[in-house]
Nanobody
Framework: QVQVVESGGGLVQAGDSLRLSCAAS????????MGWFRQAPGKERQFVAA????????YYADSVKGRFTISRDIAKNTIYLQMNSLKPEDTAVYYC?????????????????WGQGTQVTVSS
């Protein structure tokens, strides 16, 4: 089992930056990947970014490429999502997820462990 807890959400203005954190605990030695997803009101949860735990390979949704950066700190069992040039359409609950297996970095079913989410609101 892996537990993940997000933090760092808040209310910002368009163009601002925000950094989300996700701390993992439990079987972190066996983790293969961690990722961020988001869900806006009335919409389906969608992929944002992912990172492989050992190799540090990163993946991004087209909508955030060049603005968001995912990173990890293995010593702290934590991943981060640095969000720059935020837009109102980035408003959503952001969820951290983790899994022990390799494939499907960008789809919901590729992750077994989920956090409770943190709200990000971007005002225009």
């Amino acid at each position: 089992q892996v537990q993940v807890v997000e933090s760092g959400g808040g209310l910002v203005q368009a163009g601002d930056s925000l950094r989300l954190s996700c701390a993992a605990s439990g079987r972190t030695r066996n983790m293969y990947k961690m990722g961020w997803f988001r869900q806006a009101p009335g919409k389906e949860r969608q992929f944002v970014a992912a990172i492989t735990w050992t190799g540090g390979r990163t993946y991004y949704a087209d909508s955030v490429k060049g603005r968001f950066t995912i990173s990890r700190d293995i010593a702290k069992n934590t991943i981060y999502l640095q969000m720059n040039s935020l837009k109102p359409e980035d408003t959503a609950v952001y969820y951290c997820a983790a899994d022990l297996s390799e494939p499907d970095e960008s789809i919901i079913s590729g992750y077994s462990y989920w956090g409770q989410g943190t709200q990000v609101t971007v005002s225009s």
